[in-house]
Structure formats: C-alpha cells, structure tokens
C-alpha cells in the first residue's frame, strides 16, 4: 500500500509524474560499460532503493539505507537528475550495487515480496542475531 501512500502524497507531495512500484524483479536488458556484476539476460532484483553513494559511513557500514544519498525506486531522482521510474514502468534504471542476482530456479513471482517484506524483516533479525542455527522467530 505505500505505492498508494505515495500516489496520494499522504507522505509528502509526489513528484508528478510518478511511477510508482518496488518489489522488483525481471531480467537485464541493457548494462553500462562498467557493470561487472550482471550481463544481458541475467535474472534480477531491486528492493525499495536503487543507489547510493557508496561512501557514507552508513554505506561502508552496510547500512545502505540510512545513506543521506539514497535514491528510492519512485518519486526520486537519480544523482544525474533523472527521475526514478518505480517498477510499474517497462525499465527501470538502477546502480548494480542495490540489485540482487535471482536465480534460474526462482519464480520471479515468488521472489518479488521477498525484495520489501523480506529485506525489512530480515534486517532485524540479522541485527539482534536470529541468523543463528536453532533460533526461531515469528513475522506478524
């Protein structure tokens, strides 16, 4: 429903025209001449952010998203000033760093909710240290 949020600008004003959608998936059509981590034909994904500057100590850190930098999917514009098209567009443009490799034995279906819900309960998760053998929890 944040798309929706984001449309109505209950957030804040929506840079109009705004293509909203995260949750990402689909496969590489074209890379720049510096991509190294994907070629034409890959599998990939992309969760709410599409770049970063790399630099920040919060990018050094991992922590990608607490990047003063940070360019979301929709109602943003790229550091160039284009503007971020969400994934309700037919392409969208991101930085390899904030992409995930999918693979071959995925359904792009399935792995899209893994690329909102899942990042945003995982980080927690990981943080508190339940990535450890025999720890459980529950997402409600």
């Given at each position: 429903h944040s798309d929706l949020h984001t449309i109505r600008g209950d957030w804040g004003p929506a840079k109009y025209p705004v293509v909203p959608?995260?949750?990402?998936?689909?496969?590489?059509?074209?890379?720049?001449?510096e991509v190294k981590k994907f070629k034409l034909g890959d599998r990939a994904g992309v969760g709410t952010f599409i770049e970063t500057c790399r630099n920040c100590h919060h990018c050094k850190a991992g922590n990608d998203l607490f990047c003063p930098e940070v360019v979301f999917t929709y109602n943003a514009e790229h550091h160039d000033g284009l503007p971020a098209q969400g994934g309700y567009s037919t392409h969208i443009v991101?930085?390899?760093?904030?992409?995930?490799?999918?693979?071959?034995?995925?359904?792009?279906?399935?792995?899209?909710?893994?690329?909102?819900?899942?990042?945003?309960?995982?980080t927690p998760y990981k943080v508190h240290g339940f990535d450890k053998p025999g720890k459980k929890v529950g997402v409600v």
């Open positions: 959608g995260h949750e990402i998936v689909g496969v590489v059509t074209d890379v720049g001449s991101m930085d390899e760093f904030q992409a995930y490799t999918i693979p071959d034995n995925l359904p792009l279906a399935g792995v899209a909710p893994l690329l909102c819900a899942g990042i945003t309960t995982y």
